[in-house]
């Protein structure tokens, strides 16, 4: 039985993106690369680790339940394609030329907001003395990692950056003004080890490299050079992390960017997904109907200052039942303790709602990237499907829904306002003044 549970799961998780490539890649992309990132994370390593016997580095024994793992992803993907393939029917036309929209005016926006935002943030560390200039200097090695400067409020706007940049991207904006905006947005991404953002802009270009062009070998190569580039920046940023951040200032920076061992400990939430299904079948731990999705994004927005003590319920029971399911303690109990082990999507739902959860997020989930497919007629619709999709890689890679929300809100800052500003001189009338 698990040999034929694995044979769906990759047939599902690697044909469906091949058949919605040959139909057309471009107005699948974002399903697409939903599949993708959703068999990286979540089937294939469940089966990889298994299958040839590598050590997942945690302490649990969850191999009975692998099959269990492997049907609920048959359900969801299943579930994602019916509900995809009849929300995408009857797309609008895709106009990659732009006829009817004004560039100049839209690089205006970008630039006024990246400097607004570029200046927000800046301000909000160098007034909650947060030494950014030095650490890039090396005259201080001051630990960034999860500082907040004034406030995670404003520290987050970063977010808005990575979107400006690929807005710029996406309206043909001067190479030189996008290299700026790009080393603007390094200056904060670096030091305080937001990888995922990285990730985000790797992503955005990719898909709106593919969106924009006729594809070629030329050009699929051009792309595949740079997408490798950049992958192994990024590969090297994650594994000297806590070296730039100087959470380890003592530790030496390492050219061992990619191993086996690296790649398990990035993508084994299956394993902590399978680690929830056997805790709550067992009466180890329960489901929470809700509380992690609902409860948690108010908790989120709300301010610290609004609660006793001026300090969050945090963290969360989610994140406490799993450190529980993992035999793991607080740093602070033990030394030497891990912590903070991330479940994938199908962890978070259960663990909420149990399978009839995961049957019902499949179908918004397709409902959602189905919308976005069928209304892309240009680039500035396009990319706020592009904004769900790097929401939904949080999502799908961490499980915790809150953040999910939390990213999305700060991704559709910049396409919001741009809507609002846009339109505005365009009913005025005074789009060449704007």
């Not at 947005?185 to 990285?198: E, V």
């Not at 995961?358 to 706020?384: E, T």
């Not at 505005?424 to 009338?429: E, I, L, S, T, V």
Request: proline share 3%.
């Amino acid at each position: 039985m698990k040999i034929f549970l694995e044979f769906i799961a990759l047939l599902m998780s690697v044909g469906a993106p091949i058949h919605w490539a040959v139909i057309d890649f471009k107005k699948n992309i974002l399903a697409i690369l939903f599949f993708i990132i959703y068999g990286s994370y979540v089937v294939w390593p469940l089966i990889l680790i298994h299958e040839f016997s590598l050590n997942h580095y945690l302490d649990i024994q969850v191999d009975a339940y692998i099959q269990f793992g492997l049907a609920v992803d048959i359900v969801f993907m299943g579930l994602f394609l019916i509900v995809y393939e009849l929300s995408r029917k009857n797309p609008k036309i895709v106009d990659t030329h732009q006829k009817n929209i004004n560039n100049e005016l839209i690089h205006k926006f970008v630039l006024a907001m990246y400097s607004s935002f570029f200046a927000i943030i800046f301000l909000n560390n160098y007034l909650g003395d947060v030494d950014l200039i030095g650490k890039w200097l090396g005259y201080t090695n001051q630990m960034t990692y999860g500082v907040k400067g004034l406030t995670y409020y404003l520290q987050n706007l970063v977010d808005c950056l990575v979107i400006l940049i690929l807005l710029g991207y996406a309206s043909n904006m001067r190479r030189v003004y996008l290299i700026l905006m790009l080393a603007g947005a390094i200056f904060f991404i670096i030091p305080f080890g937001f990888r995922y953002r990285i990730i985000y802009l790797i992503l955005g270009f990719s898909i709106l490299f593919i969106y924009k062009n006729e594809l070629s070998i030329k050009k699929i190569l051009a792309f595949g050079a740079a997408i490798l580039c950049l992958t192994l920046i990024f590969l090297f940023l994650g594994a000297n992390r806590t070296v730039i951040v100087g959470q380890e200032p003592t530790k030496q920076f390492t050219l061992k960017i990619l191993s086996v061992n690296d790649l398990v400990m990035q993508t084994r939430g299956s394993y902590v997904d399978l680690g929830i299904y056997q805790a709550i079948d067992r009466g180890d731990i329960a489901h929470d109907h809700g509380k992690s999705f609902f409860y948690y994004t108010i908790i989120r927005a709300i301010p610290a200052s609004y609660f006793d003590g001026g300090k969050k319920p945090y963290p969360p029971i989610l994140m406490k039942d799993v450190d529980k399911v993992l035999n793991l303690r607080a740093p602070i109990d033990c030394q030497n303790c891990r912590t903070g082990e991330a479940q994938t999507i199908m962890g978070g739902i259960y663990y909420s709602f149990g399978a009839s959860g995961i049957a019902v997020i499949a179908f918004l989930l397709g409902s959602l990237v189905g919308f976005y497919a069928r209304n892309q007629k240009h680039y500035l619709s396009f990319i706020w499907g592009l904004c769900a999709l790097l929401a939904l890689f949080t999502f799908i890679t961490r499980g915790y829904f809150p953040q999910v929300i939390d990213n999305w809100i700060y991704l559709v800052i910049p396409p919001t306002f741009l809507k609002i500003w846009y339109f505005a001189c365009q009913f005025n009338g005074k789009s060449d003044h704007c």
